[in-house]
């Protein structure tokens, strides 16, 4: 299991820091977990979930 800062989160997704907090508030997109202190990171699988779940959503219009 792998923890992601918001750096690489924003990396990965393509997505800026107030959109990823914005759909964190709406619930679509995973929650960060608390490192300590003022650390937050995401767990890489959940992250890639979501990116697979945009991807299927994709398709299913088309």
């Known amino acids: 299991m ?3 800062r918001l750096r ?3 990396e990965k997704t393509g997505l800026a820091r107030s ?3 914005k ?3 709406a619930g679509t ?9 003022r650390s937050v990171g995401w767990v890489d699988s ?8 945009k991807i299927q959503e994709r398709d299913a219009i088309s």
């Open 8 to 10: 690489n989160v924003m």
């Open 2 to 4: 792998r923890i992601l």
């Open 23 to 25: 759909y964190i508030d």
């Open 29 to 37: 997109f995973p929650k960060p977990i608390d490192l300590g202190g």
């Open 19 to 21: 959109t990823i907090y």
């Open 46 to 53: 959940e992250i890639d979930g979501w990116i697979a779940d």
